[in-house]
């Protein structure tokens, strides 16, 4: 799994050395194996082959999460201050070597098969997006984090009323917030609580509003077939958004 995701993000475009091809393929098998030279590993990223790249192995999990999970890793790119002591994540280790054309990675999840989904390095395709790009300004160099105007579903504010910090992870597949605020959203999808998940019928997703999230100015809605997560062989589905307990004062 590739962190800042869902874990459609398993294939690779090679990136400003080809066109776009026609439908992204899989990493190949030997993509995501290590190579052994006398006693360095170097792994490999596509056509990327990193030096030097500090890595651990878990040798016991008690989530039930990563037991399941049909992905083998996960592959962080945050930024250094989150790193263990004394490594560099992978993505530092490619820029100081010089192996991509500019400091720029990004990622087109695709609905459709996990095959659909790429994950570039070096840049951005422009046959994987329509219009120009949105550059938003991080507030902090840890996670991916930037300011939030505030969330709507229209035409009524629902959350982030006075600006807040919201966190980019693709490594995510829920939107999560405050209690009080994500509340506030479920009162507006029709559905109700099953313990902690907020559960709704299928057949009703067409006629769900779009929560539209303002960033910089510019408004993201996201459609009801995007915040709904249809459970297979039953007729109801879930909104993955959740709450966490706020502080107190």
């Excluded at 300011?147 to 035409?155: A, C, G, Q, S």
């Excluded at 006075?162 to 209690?179: H, K």
């Excluded at 539209?212 to 249809?230: E, H, L, N, R, S």
């Amino acid at each position: 799994m590739i962190k800042p995701g869902p874990r459609q993000a398993l294939a690779l475009c090679k990136l400003m050395a080809s066109p776009c091809p026609p439908t992204p393929q899989p990493i190949p098998s030997s993509a995501s194996q290590t190579v052994t030279s006398e006693q360095t590993l170097l792994p490999q990223v596509g056509d990327l082959i990193i030096k030097n790249q500090a890595f651990g192995i878990s040798l016991a999990e008690d989530d039930m999460v990563f037991e399941n999970a049909v992905f083998d890793g996960v592959l962080g790119l945050g930024y250094p201050s989150l790193a263990l002591e004394g490594t560099t994540p992978i993505f530092d280790t490619i820029m100081n070597q010089s192996l991509i054309s500019e400091p720029v990675f990004a990622f087109y999840l695709s609905t459709e098969t996990e095959a659909g989904s790429v994950v570039m390095f070096g840049g951005v395709l422009d046959c994987y997006y329509k219009g120009d790009l949105k550059w938003v300004p991080l507030s902090q160099t840890q996670y991916w984090q930037i300011p939030l105007d505030r969330i709507t579903i229209k035409p009524k504010f629902v959350a982030c009323k006075r600006r807040c910090q919201a966190i980019l992870d693709t490594g995510t597949s829920s939107l999560t917030g405050p209690r009080r605020q994500v509340y506030n959203i479920h009162k507006l999808i029709p559905g109700y609580y099953l313990q902690d998940l907020y559960v709704i019928y299928c057949n009703a997703s067409s006629t769900l509003p779009d929560i539209v999230f303002t960033i910089k100015g510019v408004d993201y809605p996201v459609p009801a077939q995007a915040y709904v997560q249809k459970v297979r062989g039953q007729p109801w589905g879930l909104v993955p958004i959740s709450g966490l307990l706020e502080p107190m004062g």
